[in-house]
C-alpha cells in the first residue's frame, strides 16, 4: 500500500470549510486516521486539533514539504466527527462536494449578537441596604429611596423594571455600586421562538401544566411495546408506520419519544413543511415544555444560532422542524422521527441534493440511534424496502378518535359539469355540501395545488404566451395586474396589448387561491373566509396565525394549496373539497401518479377527524385514473401495486435508480458541448465496466433557461446504487481534469423527486 495523505480542516466553525490542509498519515495511524477522526497535527510553530475531511493516496504540493500527522486523539468531539462522516456519506453519496456537504451538516460561527439579561441585586447586607435607604430619605435622593425599597422588598430586580417602572437612570445605579450596596449582573439568555406561537394560543383555557399522554388504543400500544423494547435491549432500527390519516401516530411518537427522553437520550421530529410546526411544536410543548424547541428557515439567524446552542449543551431534548433539523448537534441522539416521510420537501432541490430520510438513517447509524418513518401513503421507496424486510412494518387501519371514521368521498366528473353548463369553478355538488357546513356552523377545507392567480397570460388571438425574458417560463399574473416570473422573481406590467400581434385580447388562464377565494365570497358572501398560499405566509408569524385563527374558528372556509393538507387536525372540518384534482397528473414525470394519490389522499383525511362525519369532493377529468380512484378509495395498497407495476415496466425508481447530470452554463454553446462531453464519457465507463446503465441525452431540460442560466442535462438509468455513484465520481474526476467544463456549473442528483 502506497503512501495515504489526509486533508484536515483546523477550526470546523469558521465558515471557511474548504480551507484544508494536507498532511501524511504515519504507517501506524492508518487504521484509526478515517473520515471525521479528530487529530492533532503540526501548525506553524505550535500544535492544532483539527478534523479529517478528506483522504487521499495523492499529494497535492510537493512531497517534503508535508508533513505527518501527530496523533489522532482517541476522545474527541463525537458530534463533530460523526457530522463531519455523516457528510462524507452526503459527498459519496448524493453527488455534492464536500465542501457543500460540510457546509449543510456543520453550524458556522455566525455574527450574532448575544442575548443579556441584566439584574440588579444587593451588594451587602441588609443592614447596610436599610441604613442606604434611611440615609436617603434623610438627603431627599427619591430616586435611590424608590430603588432600594423595592430592592429591600423584592430581593431582585429586572433591568427593565429598574429604568422602566421606577425610572431610576444608570448614574444612580452606578453610584450605588460604587458604595457597595448593589451590583449588576449579566448573564446571557437565549432567544426563545416558542415565545411568538404560546401567545398565539393564550385565552384559549389552555392548563399550564405538562398534559399527560392519553391512553394508546390497542393499535398503538402494539407498536409502542416493539419499539420500546427494542430501544430497551439495544437493539436500533428503520420502522415504518403506515397509519391512515387520523389513526394516531402522533401519539405513538410522542409514547416512544417519552422512552428516549427518560433514558437520556434526544430526539429529532422532522416534518416536512414549515406550515406544520404550528400544531405540531403546541402539542410536544404541552406534553414536554421547555425540554422542546424548533429549527426552521423563519426564525431569526439569533434563533436558530441559540437553539443549536441549546441542542449542543444539552438543554433542550426534542427538536421540532424541517430537513435542516436533521443536523441539529445532539451528542446523545436516541431517535430520529421522519413524519409525512413521502413528502418530496424531504429532498433537498440546490446542491447538497441530499434526501433527508437516507440521511437521517445514516446518521441514526453513526450514532446508535433509531428512526421512524411515517406516513397514510408512503413513498414506494419506503414501502418496498418494508416489503424486502428492510424496515419493520406497522399498519394502523382505523381512525384514533373512538367512533371517528373515514370520510365518504365522491368523485365529480368535470366533464359533464360543463356539459351541463356550470363553466365555475365549483361543482353543483360541491356548492350544496358548503351551504350546509355554513348553516351547521362547521368548516370546510378548500385545496387548490396552484399558486398565484392565473396559470399563464397569453394572446387569445395569436396564442403568445407572455415569458420572463430571463427564464425559459411563463409568467404568472397577480391580482394587482403584475406578471411575475416564480423562478427569479422578475416582475412586470401586463401589457394592455399582444407585443406579437398587437391584439387587445390578453387574458389569464389556469386558476388559483386567490380566485378560489373571490369565487367563495362571490356565491357565499357572509361565510368569513381565510387563504393561505405563498403569497400570505411570507411573514415570519404568517403560518401560525392563519392556522391559529381557523383552529379558534374565526374562519368558516380555509383556501389554501398543498400546505393546508399535510398533518394538520381541525376537529371541526367537515368537507373537504378538491378543486382540479388532476392537475398534477400532467406534471410530465414518473413520480406524476404517486403525487397526484399521495396529495388526494392527505387532502381527503382532513375531513371528519373528530365525532363528525366528514365528506371529500373530489373535482377532476380524469375520474378513471387509478391514483384518483385509489385515492377515493383510501386504498394505498391497490394504488402500490398499480403503480410499481408502472414502474418495473419502465425501470424507474425504487426499481431502479436515475442520476441526472445538470449542466449551467450562461452560454448555450458551451451549456451544448458540456453536455455532450459528459454524454461520450458516461458511455465509455459504462462501455469499459460492461454495465447495462441506460444514458438518455444530452437534451434541454424541462426548463430550458432560468435566471439566463441555459439548463441541459444526462440522465443515467442503472439498477445497482453503488455503480451509479462509480460513475459519478468517474465523471467528476473528468470534469475536474478537462478545460472544457471551465464557467460550466454541473451538478448530481440521485433519484431525483421533481422534473428538470
Known amino acids: 500500500m502506497g503512501d495515504m495523505y489526509a486533508d484536515v480542516i483546523v ?19 492508518l487504521s484509526v486516521a478515517v ?52 457528510a462524507y456519506f452526503i459527498r459519496e453519496n448524493f453527488g455534492a462536494t464536500m465542501n457543500d456537504a460540510l457546509h449543510t451538516v456543520l453550524p458556522v460561527k455566525q455574527a450574532v449578537r448575544r442575548v443579556e439579561k441584566k439584574t440588579l441585586v444587593a451588594d451587602a447586607g441588609m443592614d447596610v441596604l436599610k441604613d442606604a435607604l434611611e440615609k436617603a430619605v434623610r438627603r431627599g435622593y427619591a430616586a435611590k429611596e424608590r430603588l432600594l425599597r423595592r430592592l429591600i422588598s423584592d430581593g431582585e430586580l429586572l433591568w427593565e423594571t429598574v429604568t422602566g417602572e421606577l425610572s431610576i437612570s444608570s448614574p444612580t445605579v452606578q453610584a450605588l455600586v460604587r458604595e457597595g450596596i448593589v451590583k449588576v449582573l449579566v448573564k446571557e439568555s437565549y432567544r426563545n421562538p416558542l415565545t411568538s406561537l404560546l401567545k398565539l394560543n393564550e385565552g384559549e383555557g389552555e392548563e399550564k ?60 421530529m422532522l416534518i416536512p413543511e414549515i406550515a406544520l410546526t404550528y400544531q405540531t411544536l403546541l402539542r410536544f410543548y404541552r406534553r414536554f415544555g421547555d425540554r422542546v424547541s424548533v429549527l426552521h428557515s423563519r426564525m431569526s439567524a439569533g434563533e436558530r444560532y441559540d437553539q443549536s446552542l441549546r441542542a449542543k449543551n444539552g438543554e433542550i431534548d426534542i427538536i421540532i422542524g424541517p430537513r435542516s433539523a436533521l443536523f441539529t448537534p445532539f451528542e446523545r441522539l436516541g431517535l430520529i422521527i421522519l413524519d409525512e416521510e413521502h413528502e418530496a420537501s424531504y429532498k433537498s432541490e440546490m446542491p447538497p441534493k441530499y434526501h433527508a430520510r437516507e440521511v437521517a438513517i445514516e446518521r441514526a447509524r453513526l450514532s446508535g440511534a433509531s428512526v421512524i418513518l411515517g406516513s397514510a401513503t408512503p413513498s414506494l421507496w419506503a414501502y418496498e424496502s418494508a416489503m424486502r424486510g428492510e424496515f419493520i412494518l406497522f399498519t394502523l387501519k382505523e381512525r384514533a378518535v373512538p367512533g371517528a371514521l373515514m370520510p365518504t368521498v365522491s368523485v ?138 381557523f383552529s379558534r374558528g374565526e374562519a368558516d372556509i380555509l383556501v389554501g394549496t398543498q400546505m393546508i393538507v399535510k398533518g394538520h387536525d381541525f376537529p371541526n372540518v367537515t368537507l373537504v373539497g378538491i378543486l382540479a384534482a388532476d392537475l398534477s397528473l400532467n406534471s410530465g414525470d414518473y413520480q406524476a401518479a404517486e403525487r397526484t394519490f399521495d396529495l388526494l389522499a392527505q387532502a381527503a383525511g382532513r375531513a371528519g377527524r373528530g365525532r363528525l362525519l366528514g365528506e371529500v369532493v373530489i373535482q377532476t377529468y380524469q375520474p378513471d385514473h387509478y391514483a384518483i380512484k385509489s385515492a377515493a378509495e383510501a386504498d394505498y395498497e391497490g394504488f402500490f401495486r398499480q403503480e410499481m407495476a408502472y414502474r418495473r415496466a419502465l425501470s424507474y425508481p425504487p426499481v431502479s435508480h436515475v442520476m441526472v447530470v445538470l449542466i449551467l452554463s450562461v452560454k448555450e454553446a458551451r451549456a451544448d458541448g458540456a453536455a455532450r462531453l459528459i454524454a461520450g464519457a458516461a458511455g465509455e465507463f459504462i462501455k469499459q465496466n460492461g454495465l447495462c446503465t441506460t444514458v438518455v441525452g444530452p437534451a434541454p431540460a424541462s426548463l430550458a ?49 421533481s422534473g428538470y
Open 35 to 86: 473520515m471525521g477522526a479528530p487529530v492533532i497535527i503540526p501548525f506553524g510553530t505550535a500544535k492544532r486539533e483539527g478534523y479529517i475531511v478528506g483522504l487521499s493516496g495523492e499529494p497535492k504540493i510537493a512531497v517534503e514539504r508535508i508533513k505527518p500527522i501527530t496523533a489522532v486523539k482517541e476522545k474527541g468531539q463525537v458530534i463533530e466527527s460523526q457530522m463531519i462522516a455523516l
Open 705 to 753: 433557461k432560468a435566471n439566463d442560466l441555459y439548463r441541459r442535462m444526462v440522465y443515467c438509468k442503472e439498477t445497482d446504487y453503488s455503480w451509479l455513484t462509480a460513475l459519478k465520481n468517474f465523471l467528476e474526476g473528468y470534469i475536474l481534469y478537462s478545460e472544457h467544463f471551465k464557467n460550466v456549473n454541473i451538478q448530481f442528483d440521485f433519484d431525483p423527486v
Open 11 to 29: 477550526d470546523i466553525s469558521s465558515g471557511q470549510l474548504d480551507k484544508t490542509y494536507q498532511y501524511s498519515i504515519p504507517e501506524q495511524l
Open 412 to 549: 365529480v366528473d368535470l366533464r359533464e359539469e360543463l356539459a351541463a353548463g356550470n363553466r365555475m369553478i365549483f361543482s353543483r355538488a360541491l356548492q350544496e355540501k358548503m351551504r350546509k357546513r355554513l348553516l351547521s356552523g362547521q368548516q370546510t377545507m378548500l385545496f387548490l395545488n396552484r399558486r398565484g392567480y392565473a396559470g399563464f397570460v397569453s394572446c387569445r388571438s395569436c396564442g403568445h404566451v407572455m415569458k420572463c425574458p430571463h427564464c425559459d417560463i411563463s409568467m404568472t399574473e397577480h391580482d394587482n395586474g403584475t406578471l411575475v416570473c416564480h423562478y427569479c422573481g422578475e416582475r412586470r406590467k401586463k401589457p394592455a396589448t399582444c407585443p406579437s400581434c398587437g391584439s387587445k385580447y390578453i387574458a389569464g388562464f389556469g386558476t388559483g387561491t386567490q380566485k378560489i377565494e373571490e369565487g367563495v365570497k362571490k356565491i357565499f358572501p357572509e361565510a368569513r373566509v381565510l387563504r393561505m398560499d405563498a403569497d400570505t405566509t411570507k411573514k415570519k408569524e404568517s403560518y401560525s396565525e392563519i392556522l391559529s385563527s
Open 209 to 268: 401544566s405538562l398534559k399527560p399522554l392519553p391512553p394508546l388504543n390497542a393499535s398503538q400500544q402494539k407498536i409502542h411495546d416493539r419499539i420500546a423494547a427494542d430501544l430497551s435491549a439495544g437493539v436500533h432500527k428503520t420502522y415504518l408506520v403506515h397509519g391512515v390519516t387520523g389513526s394516531g401516530k402522533t401519539e405513538v411518537y410522542l409514547s416512544v419519544i417519552e422512552e428516549v427522553v427518560r433514558a437520556g437520550r434526544q430526539v429529532i
